[in-house]
Nanobody, 124 residues
Framework: QVQLVESGGGLVQAGGSLRLSCAVS????????MGWFHQASGKEREFVAA????????RYADSVLGRFTISVDNAKNSVILQMNSLEPEDTAVYYC?????????????????WGQGTQVTVSS
């Protein structure tokens, strides 16, 4: 079983930055993809970024490309989402998720483990 715990959310002004962390515990999965999704109030959960744990490949939603960076911290067994140039439209609950396999899917339904989420609020 895999457990995911997000942290680092908060309130920030437009143009600011936040660093989200996802602590991964439980059984180690050597072939897996880690993803970040967010869900704004009244909207569907949508893809933000993903990375292959093994080869560090990355994929980003068009809306965050160039502003957000996903990375893996092997020493701490964590997945990081560095968010820069934040916009009010980024306001949402951010979730860390895992899927088995190396395909960096944008489909939330293909991920089998989820954290409880951390709130990010960007004011204008």
């Amino acid at each position: 079983q895999v457990q995911l715990v997000e942290s680092g959310g908060g309130l920030v002004q437009a143009g600011g930055s936040l660093r989200l962390s996802c602590a991964v515990s439980g059984r180690t999965i050597s072939v897996s993809t880690m993803g970040w999704f967010h869900q704004a109030s009244g909207k569907e959960r949508e893809f933000v970024a993903a990375t292959s744990w093994r080869d560090r490949g990355t994929r980003y939603a068009d809306s965050v490309l160039g502003r957000f960076t996903i990375s893996v911290d092997n020493a701490k067994n964590s997945v990081i989402l560095q968010m820069n140039s934040l916009e009010p439209e980024d306001t949402a609950v951010y979730y860390c998720a895992r899927r088995e396999g190396s395909l960096m899917s944008t489909n939330a339904g293909s991920y089998d483990y989820w954290g409880q989420g951390t709130q990010v609020t960007v004011s204008s």
